[in-house]
Nanobody
């Protein structure tokens, strides 16, 4: 098993930046493909970004391309989401998730593929 703890959320003005972190403990972090999801009020949870076990393959949803960056540091058991040029529509609870996989190069974009979830961190972008 792996335990996930997100941090770095908060209140920021439109155009500002935040960096979310997802710290993992338990089983070897590098055994997991990772993802960031978010759920805005009244909306379904959606994928924001995903990254393969080795970090060489990444995915960003279209609405955050050019603004967000996903990365991971397997030596520190941590995944990051750098969020720049934030918009009010980015307001949501952000969750990190882990998928135990044998593939070193694949990432996953469907929430049902993920085995473990963090508790979430609130990101609020004011206009």
């Amino acid at each position: 098993q792996v335990q996930l703890v997100e941090s770095g959320g908060g209140l920021v003005q439109a155009g500002g930046s935040l960096r979310l972190s997802c710290a993992a403990s338990g089983r070897t972090f590098s055994s997991y493909a990772m993802g960031w999801f978010r759920r805005a009020p009244g909306k379904q949870r959606e994928i924001v970004a995903a990254i393969s076990r080795g970090g060489g393959s990444t995915y960003l949803r279209d609405s955050v391309k050019g603004r967000f960056t996903i990365s991971r540091d397997n030596a520190k058991n941590t995944m990051y989401l750098q969020m720049n040029s934030l918009k009010p529509e980015d307001t949501a609870v952000y969750y990190c998730a882990a998928d135990l996989t044998t593939s070193y190069i694949s990432y996953y974009t469907s929430d049902y593929e993920y085995d473990y979830w963090g508790q979430g961190t609130q990101v609020t972008v004011s206009s």
